[in-house]
């Protein structure tokens, strides 16, 4: 029996859900639901349903898994919650410091209803945490490193089009070369944010917004941009279609640490990546997931778990068997 995949909300996130979908083979798409008019979405899969948000509840068994493709602004801290209460979940809330707080909200829902849920799943969170914790746990005497980019940020660019008077924007996160190369070094130097990233925002304003206010806005946001070094460029919607129209990503995690009896020895951990596509990689990552929460709702577990929590082998279509034969 395939597993049968919701997808709420339907912007980049969600297609990027449709299109990994159709790699997995243990996996369909059974519906998707959009705060739009369902009769406007278009989607690339044919004779799969689109529905309003407001009457989800009305297909409670019919979703296996349901993936929450909004924005960690302001969606995801409200709709994981309540989404938990009726289906296993998955969301890719990616606001680092608010974390543990969306764990709690989410674990409590999550528990009490008997589902599983999965939060900040993607690549960082995800990907980047797993291999900061492997690396850490692997050389215990030494420092993390993370560097984002250079690409845009989907939660980053998603925040800055929720200030007022914003009609669209793009952000970029760009690593300090300087910075980068040092850790590189094995030096082991010690960088504050602003010294490893810079930020630069595409911003599109609404006809006789205030500029001053939303670049003030937008450099002062917390857990956002206000430890940063950022620009802000403000151009037209036709500049930022014809020259920030792709969404590519990447970045380096970078363990450097020492081993021998008196630190004589040194060591550099690194785990890359190049996306062509931040949505449709983040997608990849979060449709694997999805097996994991199936597998483990069946076996009776319920309750918020992440990337940490997660046997490898839940991840893949493989059986123990097969992996243990082919890749180990």
């Excluded at 998707?32 to 009769?39: E, G, K, L, S």
């Excluded at 008196?262 to 931040?278: A, M, P, R, T």
Aim: proline residues 4%; aromatic residues 8%.
């Amino acid at each position: 029996m395939s597993i049968r995949i919701g997808i709420f909300g339907y912007g980049n996130l969600g297609r990027g859900v449709e299109s990994a979908i159709r790699q997995n083979s243990d996996m369909e798409l059974a519906a998707v639901f959009t705060r739009r008019d369902p009769n406007t979405v278009k989607l690339f899969t044919e004779n799969i349903p689109v529905y309003h948000t407001d009457s989800v509840l009305d297909h409670k068994d019919e979703i296996d898994v349901m993936i929450l493709c909004g924005g960690s602004a302001t969606d995801l801290p409200v709709q994981t919650p309540e989404l938990a209460k009726h289906f296993n979940v998955i969301d890719s809330f990616d606001t680092h410091a608010r974390i543990p707080e969306h764990f709690a909200n989410v674990d409590k829902s999550a528990s009490e209803s008997g589902y599983v849920a999965l939060i900040s799943v993607g690549w960082d969170p995800g990907m980047f945490s797993l291999n900061r914790l492997y690396a850490s746990a692997i050389l215990p005497d030494g420092k993390d490193y993370t560097f984002w980019g250079k690409g845009v940020s989907q939660g980053h660019s998603d925040a800055i089009r929720r200030v007022e008077g914003v009609l669209d924007a793009k952000q970029y996160t760009i690593p300090v070369d300087e910075a980068l190369n040092a850790v590189r070094s094995g030096s082991a130097p010690e960088l504050t944010t602003r010294q490893k990233h810079i930020r630069e925002c595409f911003v599109v304003a609404k006809e006789g917004a205030d500029l001053a206010r939303i670049e003030n806005e937008i450099k002062t946001m917390p857990n956002y941009f206000a430890d940063y070094d950022t620009t802000v460029h403000f151009i037209t919607m036709e500049e930022l279609k014809r020259d920030h129209s792709g969404i590519p990503h990447g970045g380096f995690v970078i363990r450097s640490g020492k081993t021998g009896f008196n630190g004589e020895n040194n060591h550099i951990i690194e785990y890359s990546l190049k996306l062509d596509s931040n949505p449709e990689f983040t997608s990849s990552v979060i449709v694997a997931y999805a097996r994991a929460a199936y597998r483990l709702n069946k076996e009776g577990v319920s309750g918020c778990k992440t990337a940490f929590d997660i046997a490898p082998a839940y991840l893949s279509i493989k059986s123990n068997e097969e992996l243990r034969k082919e890749m180990l």
